[in-house]
T-cell receptor, first 112, second 113 residues
Framework: GENVEQHPSTLSVQEGDSAVIKCTYSDSASNYFPWYKQELGKRPQLIIDIRSNVGEKKDQRIAVTLNKTAKHFSLHITETQPEDSAVYFCAASRDGGFKTIFGAGTRLFVKA | ETGVTQTPRHLVMGMTNKKSLKCEQH?????MYWYKQSAKKPLELMFV???????ENNSVPSRFSPECPNSSHLFLHLHTLQPEDSALYLC????????????FGAGSRLTVL
């Protein structure tokens, strides 16, 4: 079945450094790739997404890249801040499908 | 408030109890979902309803029974649960099922004794 692999499971960086989280998907028909942030005790919330007709998208300190050939996509956070500490989930879905499949999550720690 | 409300927020039940989780969305969305979130595991899709019709049942045991009376409400009926069913149950909605943003509720933390 469809699955999404996410690495690393835990990431610790110094404040101001960059963080990169990588995901690989199996369903070649996937065409929508959202990223969700879940702070401790809170609900997952969308932070950025990308569709398959685009290779890169940026929103302030956050960017996502997509390589359709390799079936992987990445989240890049620059100039990290303590409030970026959370669990980040990548996901994949497709038009005409009903499932959004999530990666296992990456717990990001930003040390002040 | 994000527009997706779940009740109760916390639930403790014995293995022989029957209880229900409720989800309500005020976003005008047509798809609603139940996800199970356990520690150190991916969010597991349980059920999908698109325009009130169940479109996915992800091999969920029959002790979990969903109900979607209309596009705004979703229930998860629980009976004869096992301790391994203890988890955070997240409801979500989207404009339609498929390649769309999910809006999550705050979740119902279930503990089965």
């Amino acid at each position: 079945g469809e699955n999404v692999e996410q690495h690393p499971s835990t990431l610790s960086v110094q404040e101001g450094d960059s963080a990169v989280i990588k995901c690989t998907y199996s369903d070649s028909a996937s065409n929508y790739f959202p990223w969700y942030k879940q702070e401790l005790g809170k609900r997952p919330q969308l932070i950025i997404d990308i569709r398959s007709n685009v290779g890169e998208k940026k929103d302030q300190r956050i960017a996502v890249t997509l390589n359709k050939t390799a079936k992987h996509f990445s989240l890049h956070i620059t100039e990290t801040q303590p409030e970026d500490s959370a669990v980040y989930f990548c996901a994949a879905s497709r038009d005409g499908g009903f499932k959004t499949i999530f990666g296992a999550g990456t717990r990001l720690f930003v040390k002040a | 408030e994000t527009g997706v409300t779940q009740t109760p927020r916390h639930l403790v039940m014995g293995m022989t109890n029957k209880k229900s989780l409720k989800c309500e969305q005020h976003l005008g969305h047509n798809a609603m979902y139940w996800y199970k979130q356990s520690a150190k595991k991916p969010l597991e899709l349980m059920f999908v309803y698109n325009f009130k019709e169940q479109t996915e049942n992800n091999s969920v045991p029959s002790r979990f029974s969903p109900e979607c009376p209309n596009s705004s409400h979703l229930f998860l009926h629980l009976h004869t649960l096992q301790p391994e069913d203890s988890a955070l149950y997240l409801c979500a909605s989207s404009q339609e099922a498929g390649a769309n943003v999910l809006t999550f509720g705050a979740g119902s933390r279930l503990t089965v004794l």
